[in-house]
């Protein structure tokens, strides 16, 4: 079998939810009679990462990839997301079916499908309902999250250049065609997740090719300006390289800001306009990555690896993993164990 984690219930189906108030849990709803059920006829880039994410979700639900922040979806029938989530930023690309996402701030609903992407350019609440979807024709889609360091070199890097334009419009999330090149890199991604040599040497080049095509594209409007990424970009990027050398001490804003010579606040604010995180945020998200790679690959116990990564004890790693993770270390490691 291919080591992709069993999905979860499918009442838990979207990334890294946190600890916020939630209407109702997920739940089935009827088939819309204009809801496109019917296998789209699709060019062959997307017919064949459509055909590789449905080999790698065998039932309903989120299928966790072993490379991190990658994940893909399966709904066989309509259903209705009726809880507030908060999504790091990251693109999701539609294979087949349809979606619609209310997301907070925005007045209007989004609504994509095969052959179109949603670029979430920061932490966002998002209600999701899948409209398009039936057991011949299920609803695929495959979502990566974009590491933030990745985002900050891949900006630095085009805004030396001279390849990185002010955006013309400005909006936070968005929705568009996404192009070929996208849709193969994303195929290439999928394909070095399954073998533990390329997960670690070719996956990570296919996701700053991903990054960067996007940032190239008009959907680098919705992740981040080119000014903010000219003035601080390079900071940001010697700062996350500083959290990921000492991920087992605690960290506060106020040092990393001085290692960088920032004060704290502007570094906070510079950090979230230009890696779309804040950094204690993204300190933890480094940080229980590290801890399931400790886990998956060096066998560490779950206590152990949250010593190791920094955290301040076993409940406290419990929480912010299963928040992340939608279940507990433990189970985890055996899901991705047995599959």
């Not at 001279?162 to 890199?185: D, Y």
């Not at 080119?226 to 390289?241: L, W």
């Amino acid at each position: 079998m291919l080591p992709w984690d069993p999905a979860p219930p499918v009442a838990r189906i979207e990334a890294d939810t946190l600890p916020v108030s939630l209407s109702s849990e997920a739940k089935p709803m009827p088939a819309s009679p204009v809801a496109d059920t019917h296998p789209e006829v699709i060019p062959a880039p997307w017919a064949r990462l459509r055909d590789l994410v449905a080999a790698r979700t065998p039932v309903d639900g989120r299928t966790d990839s072993l490379y991190p922040g990658l994940r893909c979806y399966r709904f066989s029938c309509p259903v209705r997301y009726e809880k507030t989530q908060r999504l790091t930023p990251g693109v999701v690309v539609v294979l087949q079916g349809r979606k619609t996402a209310l997301l907070a701030g925005e007045r209007r609903s989004l609504d994509y499908g095969a052959t179109q992407c949603l670029v979430l350019g920061a932490e966002v609440a998002c209600l999701g309902t899948v409209v398009g979807a039936s057991a011949e024709a299920p609803y695929l889609a495959i979502h990566l999250d974009l590491p933030p360091e990745v985002l900050v070199k891949s900006f630095v890097a085009l805004a030396e250049s001279g390849t990185l334009a002010e955006p013309t419009r400005v909006t936070e999330n968005f929705t568009a065609a996404v192009g070929p090149e996208v849709v193969e890199a994303f195929a290439r991604l999928l394909l070095a997740a399954d073998d533990p040599v390329d997960r670690r040497t070719l996956a990570p080049l296919a996701v700053e090719e991903i990054v960067l095509r996007l940032l190239r594209s008009e959907a680098a409007a919705a992740i981040r300006s080119a000014g903010a990424v000219t003035k601080s970009g390079a900071r940001i990027q010697a700062a996350i390289a500083f959290m990921r050398r000492h991920l087992g001490r605690p960290l506060s804003v106020a040092e990393i800001a001085g290692h960088v010579h920032m004060s704290p606040s502007h570094f906070a604010h510079s950090f979230r306009e230009v890696a779309g995180v804040t950094p204690m945020r993204c300190i933890r998200d480094l940080r229980l990555e590290e801890a399931r790679v400790l886990m998956l690959g060096a066998g560490l116990r779950p206590g152990d690896a949250a010593a190791r990564v920094g955290f301040e004890s076993a409940a406290h790693f419990n929480r912010a993993f299963r928040r992340r993770f939608e279940t507990t270390p433990a189970e985890y490691v055996r899901r991705v164990q047995s599959s």
